[in-house]
């Protein structure tokens, strides 16, 4: 790719991103709302942009070859906040991508799209949507606006429904949700690499023996996670004690997520 962009840059996956994809473009355009350290040579464009303003992501998304949409509120918050980033900024990246020549697109979604589901349970993409949060929603529309481009436009998707990326697991629920950071950045690159990608929902998730979610859709791009939490297990144990059996992170794949109130601004 000549241009590659990353909007949520400022964010821990975006500096991840930005650390580790530089060999994948000439060039990479990095955008965030907030702050973000300046351009590091010519290969990297540091744009400030709020996915709110239309006019903003259309100049922001003009000249771009790929995108990886990371931007956007990541955790529960007051309506307007997420409904601006996450509602309006969805739909104006996905109309500067159609008036743009239709760069691929990865979609950060979330498995707080299926937080209420049960950790007894084991589900595949197919599973119908429960979100745990107003956060869980706004990705919920996400991945219906990508379907609807696709089916309308031809616009290519991959919609990754990411567990929880860290360097390693933080508490008990992640050893199922974990996906390393390594295993992040393969993932990107098999999306841009395909030859065909077309609309998939695939989970963003490390090969963990504790696992709820059936990946057989990353097949479809190639991609095989290679880490696996279970190489923490014993630390996790030793530091993070047992919750409650009637806790909500012993219940719900979403964890504390379904135990959230809804926020007022």
């Known amino acids: 790719m000549k241009r590659l962009l990353i909007t949520g840059a400022a964010g821990n996956l975006g500096k991840l991103a930005r650390a ?110 429960k979100p745990d949060g107003l956060y869980g929603v706004s990705k919920c529309f996400g991945e219906a606006m990508a379907s609807l481009y696709h089916s309308k436009f031809g616009q290519e998707t991959a919609v990754i429904r990411i567990g929880s990326c860290f360097e390693k697991p933080r508490d008990r629920r992640m050893m199922a949700t974990w996906l390393s950071p390594d295993d992040f950045i393969s993932l990107i690159e098999c999306v841009f690499r395909v030859p065909m990608l077309g609309c998939p929902v695939i989970w963003g998730v490390s090969d963990n023996d504790a696992g709820w979610w059936n990946t057989e859709t990353a097949r479809l791009i190639g991609w095989r996670a290679k880490d696996n939490s279970e190489l923490f297990r014993a630390e996790i144990e030793a530091a993070a004690p047992r919750p409650a059996a009637d806790a909500p992170q012993s219940i719900y794949q979403g964890g504390m997520f379904t135990n959230e109130p809804i926020h007022k601004g």
Not at 73 to 80: D, Q
Not at 100 to 129: C, K, V, W
């Open 20 to 129: 580790r994809l530089g060999h994948m473009a000439d060039v990479l355009r990095l955008s965030d709302v907030a702050e973000m350290a300046p351009a590091n040579g010519p290969k990297e464009e540091v744009v400030r942009c709020d996915l709110g303003d239309a006019d903003a992501v259309d100049d922001l998304v003009r000249g771009c070859d790929g995108i990886v949409h990371l931007g956007g509120v990541s955790v529960e918050r007051p309506w307007e906040m997420i409904a601006r980033g996450n509602i309006a900024g969805v739909y104006n990246l996905y109309e500067a991508a159609r008036a743009h020549g239709m760069p691929r697109i990865l979609f950060a979604s979330s498995n707080h799209t299926i937080g209420y589901y049960r950790q007894d349970e084991r589900i595949d993409t197919r599973a119908p949507i």
